[in-house]
């Protein structure tokens, strides 16, 4: 099978060279890569002319779009059999595409999506996110995991379509604000066969602080509202979650501030939290240090997505405002 990856790129010539680098030691080699820079001032020319003799790479320059049209862009001009959507800030295993291979000729699916990880080179900030994005107590293990709750969507960070699906479905409709869970609730509804291949997982950097983080994960809240725009039953109580983290966060302060009765059990509970967050991160991360910071990431991600989801569930679906 031949593999077309398509990478978006704004204004990070840097994360390219590292995600290219690592494509270099793909065990599969039957593939190529398209970089579509969408419009950056600050562009990975010369880094892309480094690896235009190491791999099968295309390069292509356009005005800013957006991620969501920029992948169309891609898929428009990819020859594989098989599209494969990479974030920038990924790095891929060495045996990543050799996986999905393997998976796809014995069990070929139309779409896949794989999990992410943190790598050992990330920094304990880095890891205490991958963390926060990745546990069952702060996204119900809808990113990545078999035992998630409810339909598997995959995310453009690891995402693959056949051709047929982009000769059917098309691209992206929305290139920003939950463009890729639209997109994949949007594959199903096509009776396209989805799922996930868990081995197939890379390394992603996310956000290098917990500001940077805060404010996608706001920007990620908001996104689910646009989402439910286009597709009303796609959402889930399991979405409200950060949503009622949040207010019941409200509450607590208020319980605590003006000493209700039920301040004490408000306490119980969150510290029950806590300590599960912490244990449970300490076990998969074997440091005291990344599961105290897991506790910080895992509050900023509910408190950010929650806002940013109560923000345009006001405006968008009560006060019905665009």
Known sequence: MFFSIIVPLFNRPQEIKELLESLCQQTYKNFEVLVIEDGSTNNAAEIINIYKGKLDLKYFVKENEGQGFTRNFGFERASGDYFIIF?????????????????????????????????????????????????????????????????????????????????????FKI??????????????SLGFKIGLIQPAKVFHKRRTNFYKFYKQLHFFGRARINVYMFFPKGLKLVHFFPA??????VFTLLANIFNWYISELCNFILAVFILLIFFDSLVKNKSLKIAFLSIIASFTMLIAYGFGFIQDFCKRVILKLS
Not at 93 to 109: A, D, G, S, W
Not at 175 to 188: A, C, F, K, P, V
């Open 175 to 188: 290139t920003r604000l939950g463009e890729d869970i639209e997109y994949s609730i949007r594959i199903h």
């Open 244 to 249: 009622f983290f949040t207010l019941g966060l």
């Open 87 to 171: 974030d920038s800030d990924c790095l891929i295993p060495f045996n990543y595409l050799e996986i999905v291979n393997r998976e796809l000729t014995e069990k070929y699916l139309d779409a896949f999506g794989g999990p992410d990880d943190a790598h050992p080179s990330f920094t304990p900030t880095q890891k205490a996110i991958s963390y926060a994005m990745t546990s069952l107590f702060t996204t119900g293990g809808t990113r990545g995991n078999k035992k998630g709750i409810g339909q598997f969507h995959p995310r453009s960070f690891n995402m693959g379509i056949s051709r047929n699906v982009w000769e059917t479905a098309g691209g």
